[in-house]
């Protein structure tokens, strides 16, 4: 079974919320789905995972520093995470408010990873965004992109 880890970051609950609809949703797409908060990952769990899937809150445009803190840990693995599937998703208070450049900052260390990345062009197209708590528009970006996932893990693991 391929194994999918939801990770966040979130002070008010909203990255939150999103992190559990991608998990349930992608759980229907039967994946073994892990969801945990940043603060209970430890940077060498990042292995056990085919699927890596991260929320951050919009800060200042980019991820929070939980998150980046853990992406910088993860050099000690570089090139081991190679080839497995990223993803990304955030709560922003304001339209524009550096929501997609967020993503794009987790993106680009998966990149860097040489992670498999996908978009939606039918939807939120780096990745699901919510403005503040998720409201129906943003919980139906997060059951989009776990089918987007799911799809694609699919065809590389052929399950
Ligand atoms: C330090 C800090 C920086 C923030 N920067 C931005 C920002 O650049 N753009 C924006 O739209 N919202 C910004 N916000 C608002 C949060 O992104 C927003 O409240 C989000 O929904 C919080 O998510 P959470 O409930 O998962 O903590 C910022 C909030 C904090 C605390």
């Known amino acids: 079974m391929t194994r999918a880890l939801v990770t966040f970051f979130s002070k008010s609950g909203h990255t939150k919320e999103m ?8 759980k229907k797409d039967n994946l073994d789905v892990n969801i945990r908060p940043i603060d209970k ?15 951050s809150p919009t800060y200042y445009g980019v991820m929070a520093k939980e998150i980046k803190e853990l992406l910088d840990e ?8 190679k080839g497995k599937i990223g ?19 987790i993106l ?13 062009p039918f939807g939120d197209h780096y990745g699901p965004v919510s403005i503040g708590k998720p409201d129906n528009r943003a919980k139906d970006q997060c059951v989009q992109y776990a089918k987007i996932i799911a799809e694609l893990a699919k065809r590389i693991y052929r399950e």
């Open 19 to 26: 992190a559990f609809f991608i998990s349930e949703n992608l």
């Open 41 to 55: 990952i430890k940077v060498d769990d990042l292995l056990k995972f085919e699927i890596i899937l991260i929320g």
């Open 74 to 81: 993860s050099v000690r693995f570089h090139g081991q995470l």
């Open 87 to 105: 993803g990304a998703f955030t709560s922003a208070a304001n339209i524009g408010g550096g929501n997609e450049t967020t993503i794009l900052s």
């Open 108 to 120: 680009n260390a998966f990149l860097v990873h040489g992670m498999i990345i996908t978009g939606n």
